[in-house]
């Protein structure tokens, strides 16, 4: 075989493939908005895995959010000789910090049941895998900025679609039951104001921010067989990512952990999906419905609340939490919903988050009181 045709063969993989041909360490993209993923070389696609760079950290948050059931891949990266400081009990990050998280989903004809526990994998085995989105939180000199990609169905590329996009969805698992069964949706990708509305906190002038790469939600360890099960602060601080040590930090408590109190998973779990817009400087901040473990008193959690203006989303429902009457809370009826004017969370899911439910559903019945 001629040098030529090695050479001709060898760049037609890396057309196809732009990814397995990659082995740079990222680029921090300050002005550019690259039109691909692969620009950004934080992965590489060798021997069919989707695989982090070794500059990158995997990552894990103490509280993963619900998006529909979908498996997530999260990583850190900071540019070689930067570092990140402890500011009033969160992390400051530098210029040129990138934190991504792929959204995928096990295959129709995995022989392994989908479950909805994200499985915490460091790599993806795209035989058994199918990748849906890359959404990358960038830190310029301005400040953060996002970027939701797209996969292609070939999986060798993510394209940038400022205006999101849409794909239809097709699970097969036991989820919060024993029995096998099939959901059939629409999966949205966010649109870049739509990042925003979730990752700015204070409103209207804030700016955007990490909800998961923080102090609290970095603390705990990875609670997986496939991410390091030591605080991933620690591990930050052995990449000299850290200015501090921060052993003083409490740990967020995850709403999936089993063997905590109930009121505390479900105040962990309003905290993780309600808290970025239901907090006193939230863009829901005028509903009065304070979500973000800060709440004081009960009423403020929305126990015997009557709504602001929730118009039919309240589903003709008297008050926010009724003790021991789920079926008559207006935050629970929202959260069964999957009507556009009726869901909460309003942005990020198309189907009923069970488990959610389940676990809010048992922490009102047992709350004690009346309205």
């Given at each position: 075989?001629?040098?030529?045709?090695v050479?001709s063969?060898?760049?037609?993989a890396?057309?196809?493939?732009?990814y397995?041909?990659?082995?740079?360490?990222?680029?921090?993209?300050?002005?550019?908005?690259?039109l691909?993923?692969?620009?950004?070389?934080l992965?590489t696609?060798?021997?069919?895995?989707?695989?982090?760079?070794?500059?990158?950290?995997?990552?894990?948050?103490?509280?993963?959010l619900?998006?529909?059931?979908?498996?997530?891949?999260?990583t850190?990266?900071?540019?070689?000789?930067?570092?990140?400081?402890?500011?009033?009990?969160?992390?400051?990050y530098p210029?040129?910090?990138?934190?991504?998280?792929?959204?995928?989903y096990?295959r129709a004809s995995?022989?392994?049941?989908?479950?909805s526990?994200?499985?915490?994998?460091?790599?993806?085995?795209?035989?058994e895998?199918?990748?849906?989105?890359?959404?990358?939180?960038?830190?310029?000199?301005?400040?953060?900025?996002?970027?939701?990609?797209?996969?292609?169905?070939?999986?060798?590329?993510?394209?940038?679609?400022?205006?999101?996009?849409s794909?239809?969805?097709?699970?097969?698992?036991?989820f919060?039951?024993?029995?096998?069964?099939?959901?059939?949706?629409?999966?949205?990708v966010?649109?870049e104001?739509q990042?925003?509305?979730?990752?700015?906190?204070?409103?209207p002038?804030?700016?955007?921010?990490?909800?998961?790469?923080?102090?609290?939600?970095?603390?705990?360890?990875?609670?997986?067989?496939?991410?390091?099960s030591?605080?991933?602060?620690?591990?930050?601080?052995?990449?000299?990512?850290l200015?501090?040590?921060?052993?003083?930090?409490?740990?967020?408590?995850?709403?999936?952990?089993?063997s905590?109190?109930?009121?505390?998973r479900?105040?962990?779990?309003?905290?993780?999906?309600?808290?970025?817009?239901?907090?006193?400087?939230?863009?829901a901040d005028?509903?009065?419905?304070?979500?973000?473990g800060?709440?004081?008193?009960?009423?403020?959690?929305?126990?015997?609340?009557?709504?602001?203006?929730?118009?039919g989303?309240?589903?003709?429902?008297?008050?926010?939490?009724?003790?021991?009457?789920?079926?008559?809370?207006?935050?629970?009826?929202?959260?069964?919903?999957?009507?556009?004017?009726?869901?909460?969370p309003?942005?990020?899911?198309?189907?009923?988050?069970?488990?959610?439910?389940?676990?809010?559903?048992?922490?009102?019945?047992?709350?004690?009181?009346?309205?």
């Amino acid at each position: 075989m001629t040098a030529a045709i090695v050479r001709s063969l060898i760049m037609g993989a890396c057309f196809t493939i732009v990814y397995a041909c990659s082995e740079s360490p990222p680029v921090f993209h300050d002005t550019e908005r690259p039109l691909r993923l692969s620009d950004w070389k934080l992965f590489t696609i060798t021997d069919g895995e989707f695989v982090p760079s070794q500059a990158s950290l995997v990552f894990r948050p103490a509280n993963q959010l619900f998006t529909d059931y979908a498996h997530k891949l999260r990583t850190l990266w900071l540019p070689a000789g930067a570092q990140a400081k402890i500011v009033e009990d969160e992390i400051d990050y530098p210029v040129g910090t990138i934190l991504s998280k792929t959204f995928y989903y096990p295959r129709a004809s995995s022989t392994e049941l989908l479950n909805s526990s994200d499985a915490g994998l460091d790599k993806i085995l795209l035989a058994e895998n199918q990748l849906i989105e890359t959404r990358l939180l960038v830190r310029k000199e301005t400040g953060w900025d996002a970027f939701p990609y797209v996969w292609n169905d070939q999986q060798s590329e993510a394209f940038l679609r400022v205006a999101g996009a849409s794909k239809s969805i097709s699970l097969s698992g036991n989820f919060d039951s024993s029995a096998n069964e099939s959901l059939n949706f629409t999966y949205f990708v966010p649109n870049e104001n739509q990042c925003s509305g979730c990752h700015t906190t204070v409103h209207p002038d804030g700016d955007m921010h990490p909800l998961g790469a923080i102090l609290s939600q970095l603390h705990s360890g990875g609670s997986s067989n496939n991410i390091a099960s030591e605080s991933q602060l620690d591990r930050m601080l052995a990449r000299g990512w850290l200015s501090e040590t921060v052993a003083s930090t409490e740990s967020a408590e995850s709403w999936q952990n089993q063997s905590a109190a109930v009121d505390q998973r479900a105040l962990a779990y309003l905290n993780i999906h309600c808290g970025h817009c239901h907090n006193p400087n939230g863009a829901a901040d005028t509903s009065g419905l304070i979500l973000d473990g800060s709440q004081a008193p009960a009423v403020s959690m929305g126990v015997c609340k009557p709504p602001v203006a929730a118009g039919g989303g309240a589903g003709d429902l008297q008050y926010g939490i009724v003790p021991g009457h789920p079926e008559q809370s207006i935050l629970l009826y929202r959260m069964q919903s999957i009507e556009p004017d009726e869901m909460m969370p309003e942005l990020g899911r198309s189907l009923v988050h069970r488990e959610g439910v389940n676990l809010i559903k048992r922490w009102i019945a047992e709350m004690p009181g009346n309205c």
